[in-house]
């Protein structure tokens, strides 16, 4: 039977797909269905037809499947921002679980005896509600023209005006409705993206959860705002309930203008003026102290950033005689951890903010054994890479010993790399190939990229060795893994 759109069809749900939709069939016809969660049988009206597969959204669920549970959010199924939030969160564990392990079998070309070996179970979060340190809201107007901020619907940019994320710190709410009376009181237009017109793009908020430390920075269109005194005597009025778990009160300590006067996607402008308190804020992680300026990268989750971290510890096998690699390293989190249990560390981040914080970060938590390179991972590897090579060759040639004490940073003990969801360029992955350390471990927050990148170091020489996932993103299809690779001849 052909099928179009508009048809109604009753289905039901067999399979998840990568952006957490449900998968079924009709007569051999793979249906993805938005909204529709494993084991429902639901009337969904196709939206779209291939030849060989077509789109559907869920008319009504006639029967909901054991896994569906009461969405938290009244926003979710128009929010870009959680998938499966009407999946029980034991149920998107082992989703997670798979999509690591599958992407790994077709990407990677592992076998499932391999995985079965090294796989280890996925590590859930306790309480998989207001985890989220971060957010980034889009400030502009509704169909009506008022003024509202919120979240973008899934693949566009239109706002729903949320102030209420179900992910995010309690806060967030009172913090945002003090920057929209703000604007109206002062007449502050917010940016439109479709002229680029108008002022206030969007509000970056975050909360240290353990300092209770609060950055609170607008994105401007433009290089200042109207009464900049009254936003920040507005931001500074708010009662914000609650402490940090280190028992201090949760309060602002940072509010900032980040410039953004280009046409672009890319939501933080470069240029950072401080309007009140510090341009960082201050978090602990791991017992250490961290200093996050607002252009910086920083782990969402901090709970379960703590166990990745740890498992990343537990891989890397430090003994105090190590020389450790930290590519893509943000403010050196993973760079000072590891620098407390090895010899000497070098991190290389390409944000030069960051860099800027992970020397700042050195200094706070009294680290000497480590140091940052500002640049891209595939630029400063290899040129560090054949600069070191040469200056061994010409020290072996006058008979000089190779120790300076620093350890050798040419053939490191350990390679960690930590990259962005598009995962390593293909000179990192051949220059850590060259550099032959005994252990790499690869923390990624994309399973394909990862399996991509795995099937390339495990060409060259390289053993898996653990793979084990850890939930940072609880309602989102999202996952963090942490893999150990071992040199094949050891
Ligand atoms: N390990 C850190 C940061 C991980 S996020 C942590 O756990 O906090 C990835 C980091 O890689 C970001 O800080 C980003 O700015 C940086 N980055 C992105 N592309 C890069 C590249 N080509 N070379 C080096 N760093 C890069």
């Given amino acids: 039977m052909e099928y179009k759109k508009n048809d109604i069809v009753t289905i039901t749900i067999e399979d998840i797909g990568n952006d957490g939709e449900g998968i079924g069939k009709i007569d051999g016809y793979t249906l993805f269905v938005k909204d ?9 009206r196709i939206t779209k037809c ?16 054991s896994f569906r549970v009461e969405p938290k959010c009244m926003y979710y199924q128009k929010c870009g921002g959680c998938q499966i939030q009407a999946m029980s969160y034991e149920r998107q564990l082992n989703y997670k679980q798979d999509k ?8 990677g070309s592992f076998t499932e005896e391999q995985m079965d070996a090294v796989m280890e179970p996925i590590v859930g979060m306790e309480e998989p509600w207001h985890y989220r340190n971060k957010a980034q809201f889009p400030v502009g107007y509704d169909r009506e023209g008022n003024l ?59 909360t240290g959860f353990r300092s209770g430390e609060i950055m609170v920075c607008l994105v401007v269109n ?6 900049e005194e009254r936003l920040v005597e507005k931001l500074r009025g708010i009662n914000i309930a609650g402490f940090g778990e ?14 953004n006067m280009d046409k672009t996607n890319v939501i933080m402008g470069k240029e950072i003026r401080v309007l009140w308190g510090s341009r960082c804020i201050q978090d602990t992680l791991c017992g250490l102290t961290f200093s996050i300026s607002p252009l910086s990268f920083y782990q969402v989750n901090p709970r379960q950033t703590e166990k990745l971290y740890g498992l990343a510890l537990e891989y890397a096998d430090l003994t105090g005689k190590e020389t450790v690699w930290d590519l893509y390293c943000g403010i050196g989190t993973i760079s000072l951890c590891m620098a407390k249990k090895a010899r000497q560390v070098y991190g290389v981040e390409v944000v030069p903010q960051a860099i800027e914080d992970a020397v700042e970060n050195a200094r706070i938590n009294q680290i000497s054994n480590v140091e940052f390179y500002e640049g891209k991972a595939e630029d400063v590897l290899p040129a560090f890479y054949e600069r070191a090579g040469r200056e061994e060759e010409v020290k072996s040639n006058l008979g000089e010993s190779e120790d300076d004490g620093a350890g050798d940073k040419l053939h490191p003990d350990v390679i960690v790399v930590d990259p962005p969801r598009k995962g390593c360029d293909e000179k990192c992955l051949e220059t850590m190939l060259r550099m032959r350390p005994e252990r ?3 923390v990624s927050c994309d399973s394909a990229t990862l399996a991509r990148d795995l099937k390339v170091l495990c060409e060259g020489g390289y053993e898996l060795r653990k793979v084990r996932g850890v939930d940072q993103f609880g309602g989102t299809v999202h996952v963090e893994v942490a893999v150990l690779l071992c040199r094949a001849d050891t």
């Fill in 50 to 65: 291939k030849k060989n597969y077509g789109y559907a959204r869920v008319e009504k669920v006639e029967t909901p499947s």
């Fill in 36 to 44: 529709a969660v494993i084991g429902d049988v639901v009337k969904a």
């Fill in 148 to 206: 509202v901020t919120g979240f973008y619907a899934g693949r566009t940019h239109d706002i729903i005006a949320n102030t209420d994320c179900a992910l995010g710190a309690p806060e967030n709410k009172l913090i945002l409705e003090a920057v929209l009376s703000y604007m109206r009181k002062n007449q502050v237009t917010a940016y439109r993206e479709q002229n680029g017109e108008g002022l206030v793009r969007h509000v970056l908020i975050r």
């Fill in 100 to 107: 690591i392990r599958n992407n790994l079998l077709r990407i």
């Fill in 246 to 259: 280190s028992g201090q009160n949760k309060r602002i300590t940072s509010i900032s203008l980040s410039v």
């Fill in 440 to 442: 790499i471990v690869y």
């Fill in 222 to 227: 433009g290089k200042k705002l109207p009464a």
